[in-house]
């Protein structure tokens, strides 16, 4: 079936670091894509989405392009700051509408 | 305004007892999900409900029976709570057309 897999954490990095959090998708058809973002005690949060191949959604500095030939959803930040510490969720919309979520991953920024 | 809001944010509670989580939303959605969160933040749907209808339900016991009074509503209710039942639980809601799901809070269930 449809599904995400993203890299394991945790992901430690120092402030104005750069991020890439590796998102990769087996689906039939052509899902969307999202990343969403889950801080501490809160519910998740959509971060940006990209609905068809080469799109590229970007929201907060973060930017991920959906890459049909290779499957793969990453998400890139230039410079991350300690307010972007959080779980970050890679997730697939697939035809029949339901959403799978990846196994999330714990970012940690440090001063 | 919150967008989705669910009652109660934290519940501690005794095996066996049975137990309602609420959820609302004001956004107009027409589908609402429950999604289960796990210590290792693994997230798995549980339900949803598009227009009063069940149109998912994955392999969740029938210990756990969701109910929606209407469509800005979707309550989850647990019979005989068991430990492995601790975890957060999500509601959430989208439209179909448009994909994105916004979330509650959470509800962090506790068994004793």
């Known amino acids: 079936g449809d599904s995400v897999t993203q890299m394991e954490g945790p992901v430690t990095l120092s402030e104005e670091a750069f991020l890439t959090i590796n998102c990769t998708y087996t689906a039939t058809g052509y899902p969307s894509l999202f990343w969403y973002v889950q801080y501490p005690g809160e519910g998740l949060q959509l971060l940006l989405k990209?609905?068809?191949?080469?799109d590229k959604g970007s929201n907060k500095g973060f930017e991920a392009t959906y890459r049909k030939e290779t499957t793969s959803f990453h998400l890139e930040k230039g410079s991350v700051q300690v307010s972007d510490s959080a779980v970050y969720f890679c997730a697939l919309r697939a035809n029949n509408n339901d959403m799978r979520f990846g196994a999330g991953t714990r970012l940690t920024v440090k001063p | 305004d919150t967008a989705v809001s669910q009652t109660p944010k934290y519940l501690v509670t005794q095996m066996g007892n049975d137990k309602s989580i609420k959820c609302e939303q004001n956004?107009?959605?027409?589908?609402m999900y429950w999604y289960k969160q796990d210590s290792k933040k693994f997230l798995k749907i549980m339900f949803s409900y598009n227009n009063k209808e069940l149109i998912i339900n994955e392999t969740v016991p029938n210990r756990f029976s969701p109910k929606s009074p209407d469509k800005a509503h979707l309550n989850l209710h647990i019979n005989s709570l068991e430990l492995g039942d601790s975890a957060v639980y999500f509601c959430?809601?989208?439209?179909?057309?448009?994909?994105?799901?916004?979330f509650g809070e959470g509800s962090r269930l506790t068994v004793l």
């Open positions: 956004l107009g959605h027409d589908t």
């Open positions: 959430a809601s989208s439209n179909i057309g448009t994909g994105e799901l916004f």
């Open positions: 990209a609905t068809k191949a080469d």
